[in-house]
């Protein structure tokens, strides 16, 4: 009996690997597809095509993501409030996000000043002038998180626990569990790879442990809150920080 509960709990880990590979590939190809043909209307807002393609790739993405959640609602009879639709404890999503965020602000700026004083030069992937860092800053500081936190926080973390909630005895083992997978999902979301042939190409080893660290707060805040709002907040800040750092970077490295 226990040995088929395993058997059934793996089976469920694995088809949920091999779908998250699937369709984050297939779904973000599309996406930023959409976002690339409608250049042509935004080209006199973003010349240099640097934020207003991500800016819509994210907007798409977060409709299809409450199109799952609104979906998963009606399948599991839950309510939109247990996808983190709330202000649960929001003081505690607030502590967290300033903690956090300071911690992670001084260790980053202090490694990359000591990167940049021993020879890095440091490129931020567009021109750097007023326009682009402001509607890039805006971006990664708005929506970047607000987005992607609906679908690996939100979704995956609340389908998670219902799938698996009959596989544990206590809730250690099952938080754990999900935390794992939300983050291997977040992991696999940072990393471009084609399916055929099967193949990786694009992996930065940073941004990796910067994601797994990443996804591991988030999960254990939205776990801590069951909000969305702690999630949100550090990832949008985060990102906003990762974003300043780059411009101290290229200006002390140009």
Not at 223 to 234: A, E, N, V, Y
Request: hydrophobic share 50%.
């Amino acid at each position: 009996m226990v040995v088929n509960r395993r058997i059934k709990l793996v089976g469920i880990i694995t088809l949920f690997l091999v779908l998250s590979i699937v369709i984050q590939h297939y779904m973000g190809n599309y996406l930023y597809g959409m976002a690339f043909k409608l250049y042509p209307f935004y080209k006199y807002i973003d010349q240099d095509d640097a934020f207003m393609y991500l800016i819509l790739h994210h907007i798409f993405q977060a409709i299809v993501y409450l199109i799952l959640i609104w979906a998963a609602v009606k399948l599991f009879h839950l309510k939109t409030r247990d996808f983190g639709f709330n202000l649960n404890d929001y003081k505690v999503s607030i502590k967290y996000t300033i903690v956090f965020c300071v911690v992670w602000a001084v260790l980053q700026f202090g490694v990359s000043y000591l990167m940049v004083r021993n020879g890095l030069i440091f490129d931020m992937g567009f021109p750097v002038n007023t326009r682009n860092v402001i509607g890039y800053f805006l971006f990664e500081t708005l929506l970047s998180g607000t987005s992607e936190e609906l679908f690996f926080r939100g979704f995956v973390i609340t389908v998670l626990l219902v799938l698996f909630k009959n596989y544990y005895k206590n809730n250690s083992g099952l938080y754990i569990t999900v935390i794992l997978l939300s983050t291997v999902n977040f992991l696999i979301g940072h990393i471009n790879y084609e399916l055929f042939p099967p193949q990786i190409t694009y992996i930065d080893g940073f941004q990796q442990l910067t994601v797994l660290i990443f996804a591991v707060v988030y999960g254990i805040t939205f776990l801590k809150t069951k909000s969305l709002l702690g999630p949100i907040l550090m990832h949008n800040l985060l990102n906003g920080i990762i974003t300043l750092n780059g411009l101290f970077c290229y200006s002390m490295s140009h």
